[in-house]
């Protein structure tokens, strides 16, 4: 969550406005989950997880969990993509990280019961781009069947890290439906609360191998408790 005063100096800055959404089922809505999963989120789970309890993180897990629900109780349509990476295949600049198969690629505890639910899509990437990453050997994309099959008209978009695969999923969802690949999609919302960066300060990433130091926001800069 941004402070309102760091909203307002970059709405003097930016093109920048805040809505509020008001979820029903008059336009059909998908719910896409980005790595909502134990090695970005839980205390102790690999290079990328928190080392200590996190609010940011606690409370993007928490509104998608409440999301999640909500879409789950509607039959709406939900797309859960998971990183999980083959272990030979880095993901420079970042350290080896929810490698297939281990804790650390599943789905946080609170969301492990998706599994079962037949309006959700489960998606396993092995890169940043969820678009790119649904991409199979045959050329199809499983992310564009699941807009087209399920007739969605706006996606709404949480998940982890905000400013690496949630952006790179939104930029190319905008490019394209943009294109007119992605039809009938027109809206693509990211929901703030729901949003979360994970926290490797320069003087932790000195000390770990293969990484490069990411900041999480400082709470006392930026974000309200
Ligand atoms: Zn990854």
Redesign the pocket.
């Known amino acids: 969550m941004v402070s309102s005063h760091a909203i307002d100096v970059l709405k003097n800055e930016l093109p920048l406005e805040q809505e509020s959404l008001r979820l029903s089922g008059d336009i059909k809505t998908g719910l896409v989950l980005v790595?909502i999963v134990n090695?970005f989120c839980t205390v102790g789970s690999g290079c990328?997880a928190p080392i200590v309890p996190n609010k940011q993180i606690s409370k993007m897990v928490d509104e998608s969990v409440k999301l999640a629900k909500v879409f789950c109780e509607n039959k709406w349509p939900v797309y859960a993509l998971l990183?999980?990476?083959h272990p030979d295949i880095p993901?420079p600049p970042?350290p080896p990280?929810?490698l297939v198969g281990t804790e650390e690629a599943k789905l946080v505890p609170d969301l492990q019961w998706l599994e079962n639910q037949s309006n959700v899509t489960i998606r396993n990437?092995?890169?940043?781009d969820g678009f790119i990453g649904s991409l199979e050997k045959d050329g199809s994309n499983v992310f564009v069947d699941w807009i087209k099959a399920n007739e969605i008209k706006a996606i709404l978009v949480v998940g982890i890290c905000t400013d690496i695969?949630v952006l790179d999923l939104v930029c190319s969802a905008l490019s394209a439906r943009n294109h007119g690949l992605l039809s009938p999609l027109e809206d693509v919302i990211v929901y703030s609360h729901g949003c979360a960066t994970f926290d490797i300060p320069s003087h932790v990433a000195r000390n770990m191998k293969g990484a490069t130091s990411h900041p999480q926001v400082r709470h006392s800069q930026w974000v309200q408790d």
């Open positions: 790595d090695g990328l990183d999980s990476h993901e970042y990280h929810c990437k092995d890169c940043m695969c």
